[in-house]
């Protein structure tokens, strides 16, 4: 570094300095929010809800038994799982969620049996008895659910008569669901053609729903505590929710107003003068290759739009496309998967490019046989993708055994659902990209003497990459659920919203010193301090998917005050963008679209982290948020506006590189930038916020049960909120056939290009 003093001027400790101290802190509050997530998952195994060996009625009768669970279980994944309703609130929205809608007819059954004997007692028949006997009926009720008679000594679950007697009830009303579907919930006809897996799903269903009814031993609340909400049973949201509720949003407040104060405080750091056009080298044979996955990413993303678009009609047409009967095809569960399975690809494979594009970029060495391993490397995940979207389809169809379901079909959990065999085979392929990735940047890393500078940071992030998704080999299809949902949002929420937000950090910031828009010890502090509030939050931040899946109470407290803080963090490279981009108008004009796409990205964090992210943070809005349309709010503005548009930048930083000017045409980014955007906002405004808010007030109204129903999922309002989201679908698809233009068109010039290899006398670093 040039600046190797530990003060300066002023006396005060130089940024050397700071960057010598930054490293230690980073890896302290790595030590020990891990250590706080390990230790949360240990208790969210031991205590989570014990699965009966048997269930018994008064009279010793067996009504369900562990077997019957764990296989319904895993039935019950391997046909969809989470992509066709719902347990405890995790999966998709337009089927019933499982645990709330079977909860409800048990009590409806049950009050029935209590009442005058009548085990098909209906919510009419609830609604129209006076207040009083209501209320009465209501206690009664709730004192059959909420008192926990299951037995650690003998493992052994008694229900009451009436519950026994309305359980029976709940087998006959599933057997003919799930035989014959629901076409307003899009559930296909012969969904489940065998008595005994409809029995053994039905059983699982029930014991998700006597998990979240009966109270935690010692505890005034249920296992899922008190969710799903629903008077007639008695769940009502734990007070302390509404505690931790308000300290989250002080955290949030006092969070931002330290990171502001602390940020405006520093001194502007010196920008160096940028050329008005960065000199553009001639690609590298590994560069040209690299550039064909972000063709394949723009392919996937133009598919997975079209699976977005299948899956929201859906909600209009349970049954078919404009008449034509897609179900039979393409049913629900596999638009779904697929829309969020390319969603997770092309996202991955535009930041594995970018890796793949900047280390010859950052260390002005290309290694030999690089361009091939490169070619390996795509083919090989081309096959990863093909072969997982054909494994779910065949999976969702029945096609599968259970077994084989989960090795090469669908795994059943949201956001995770290729089958094992493919994970594991995408889990070498990111091995593989390290070590290409690595020996690329070999260079780099050996001219750098610190471990702790840029370039060992940038390998370091990069090897978070594999390690995370890894964590998806932790659970199986037979594994609890309360433990499986914990690591499976290790991946979720730990991979894609924390490493590969620091990795693509670390470009950006790399590429920004490169290039002069930040000094070398500012691009290295920044990184820092945003990987610092990155993993400072997010790591303890992943509890607060767990609230409700069988967890102990202090998952809502500890999660609710980490996550709070997650809105932070993209922001301060934003700021660094910004401020410089005020005092380099020539270089904002060569990357102009690059760093708006980046912009984009802090603006829609705000938006859809921020905002929308608090229908998921605080414990007493996601009690009655959970498990409705509003989470698609958050995760369309998110993981699009978010890791979409940072996948976007990243690529488009990459073409504009060595992309010839002639073949550099604005208009297809401007068009795809501003469609793009605007049709997000639209898709948000008209169709899925006034959809999501109508659904979260007959939560709070009625229950989950209800705003999960027939009779709202089929109202007026919901298939015409549904239909309003056409013209920013519209908008956004033609931004992304624009954008897909552009990169092919991109491609072709780039493979005009003579090759050359590194080094080369048009390479020239910019002094730091």
Known sequence: MADSTLLDAKGAISPVRRQLTLPAWLALICIIAFSVLLWAGAV??????????????????????????????????????????????????????????????????????????????????????????????????SEQFKTNRYSPETQELLLTDAQSQGLKEVFKDYHELLAKGSAIHSIPSGWFKDDSQIHDVTAFFAWTSWAASANRPNAPFSYTANWPHDDLIGNQPPAQFLI???????????????????????????????????????PTPSQKVTSLFFGVAMALFLVQIMMGMFTAHYAVEGEGFYGIPLNLYLPYAAT???HLQ????????????????????????????????????????????????????????????????????????????????????????MIFWLWLLYRGFKPALQKEKSPTGLSHFFLYSAITIPLFYSVGLMYT??????????????????????????????????????LGFLRRSSALRATYLTTLLYLGSGVIGTLHHLYFSGTPSFIAAIGSVFSALEVVPLTLIGFEILKTLKLSKEAEGFYRWPLRFFIATCIWNLIGAGVFGFLINPPIVLYYSQGINTTPIHAHAALFGVYGCLAIALMLFALREFVPDDAWDDRWIKFAFWAINIGLVMMLIFGLIPNGFYQLAQSVEYGT????????????????????????????????????????????????????????????????
């Open 44 to 141: 969210i195994s031991k205590n989570a809800p014990p699965v009966p060996d048997i269930v018994r009625s008064p009279n010793q009768e067996i009504l369900v038994t562990q077997a019957n669970i764990q296989s319904g279980q895993e039935i019950y994944l391997s046909r969809g799982g989470q992509d066709i309703g719902s347990i405890w609130g995790h999966g998709s929205y337009l089927a019933p969620d499982w645990t709330a809608d079977v909860l409800h007819r048990w009590g409806l059954a049950t009050a029935g049996i209590l009442y005058n004997n009548n085990p098909s007692f209906s919510q009419k028949d609830l609604e129209a008895l006076p207040a009083p006997e209501r209320a009465s009926l209501q206690a009664r009720v």
């Open 244 to 282: 931790w509720s308000i300290v989250s949003v002080i955290i949030l407040i006092a969070g931002m107003g330290i990171f502001l104060f602390i940020y405006l405080k520093e001194d502007d750091d010196e920008v160096l003068p940028v050329p008005a056009r960065p000199a553009v080298r001639i």
């Open 336 to 338: 779904r998967t697929w």
């Open 342 to 429: 390319l969603a997770i690809f092309w996202i991955a494979t535009c930041w594995l490019a970018a890796g793949l594009y900047f280390a010859p970029r950052f260390s002005g060495y290309e290694p030999k046989g690089q361009a091939l391993g490169n070619s390996i490397l795509l083919g090989a995940l081309t096959v990863v993708v093909v072969g997982s979207l054909i494994g779910s389809w065949s999976a969702v169809q029945g096609l599968f055994s259970v077994k084989n379901s989960f090795l090469w079909g669908h795994q059943g959990y949201e956001y995770i659902e290729l089958g094992r065999v493919w994970q594991i085979l995408l889990i070498v392929a």
């Open 477 to 514: 299809n037979h594994t609890p659920l309360s433990i499986a949902e914990y690591w499976r949002w290790w991946v979720i929420h730990l991979w894609v919203e924390g490493f590969f937000e620091v990795f693509a950090t670390v470009v950006i910031a790399y590429l920004c010193s490169e």
């Open 705 to 768: 049960w209800y705003a999960r129903s027939a009779e709202v999922i089929g109202s007026p309002w919901m298939r015409w909120t549904v239909w309003l989201r056409i013209p920013g679908d519209i908008v956004f698809a033609l931004g992304t056939v624009s954008m897909f233009i552009f990169t092919m068109k991109a491609i072709f010039a780039i493979f005009q290009f003579p090759v050359k290899t590194y080094p080369h006398k048009e390479f020239q670093p910019i002094e730091k």
